[in-house]
């Protein structure tokens, strides 16, 4: 897993799950940075609160949902999972357009392995990377 986060192919139902392991408690931004079908990079920017197995999060046992619109994509990584240190853990990826269709298979075929998951801490001690798609 290296730096705490590991690439994960595309499944099956156009969703991408990178697995993630967040190494302390606190507060974390991702950065997902993606090509959609326009061929520019885009970067999502999502902030997180992880727990621990001592003091669990605000909402432990609940669904994360970190989503933000960029252009006319809804880009969401999501858990339904506890998001706790030192637990592995998935995130699913997905983007969808303003039709309500899915564009992650999109997304996965123009990407190829140029998308990236960067995750760091809020006193900017700690890095963690994945690329989400493989070739």
């Given at each position: 897993?290296?730096?705490?986060?590991?690439?994960?192919?595309?499944?099956?139902?156009?969703?991408?799950?990178?697995?993630?392991?967040?190494?302390?408690?606190?507060q974390y931004v991702l950065f997902l940075e993606f090509y959609p079908s326009n061929g520019l990079k885009e970067t999502a920017a999502l902030s997180l609160t992880v727990g621990s197995s001592v003091k669990p999060a605000p909402t432990p046992g609940l669904q994360v949902s970190l989503t933000q619109q960029i252009g006319d994509l809804t880009v969401t990584l999501k858990s339904d999972q506890p998001i706790i240190a030192k637990h592995p853990i998935y995130m699913n990826f997905e983007a969808i357009d303003a039709q309500g269709q899915s564009q992650t298979a999109v997304i996965a075929g123009m990407t190829g392995n140029n998308s990236q998951l960067l995750i760091v801490d809020d006193k900017l001690t700690k890095l963690l990377h994945t690329r989400l798609y493989q070739s």
């Amino acid at each position: 897993m290296g730096m705490g986060a590991a690439p994960v192919v595309p499944k099956g139902n156009g969703v991408i799950q990178p697995e993630i392991v967040f190494p302390t408690d606190g507060q974390y931004v991702l950065f997902l940075e993606f090509y959609p079908s326009n061929g520019l990079k885009e970067t999502a920017a999502l902030s997180l609160t992880v727990g621990s197995s001592v003091k669990p999060a605000p909402t432990p046992g609940l669904q994360v949902s970190l989503t933000q619109q960029i252009g006319d994509l809804t880009v969401t990584l999501k858990s339904d999972q506890p998001i706790i240190a030192k637990h592995p853990i998935y995130m699913n990826f997905e983007a969808i357009d303003a039709q309500g269709q899915s564009q992650t298979a999109v997304i996965a075929g123009m990407t190829g392995n140029n998308s990236q998951l960067l995750i760091v801490d809020d006193k900017l001690t700690k890095l963690l990377h994945t690329r989400l798609y493989q070739s």
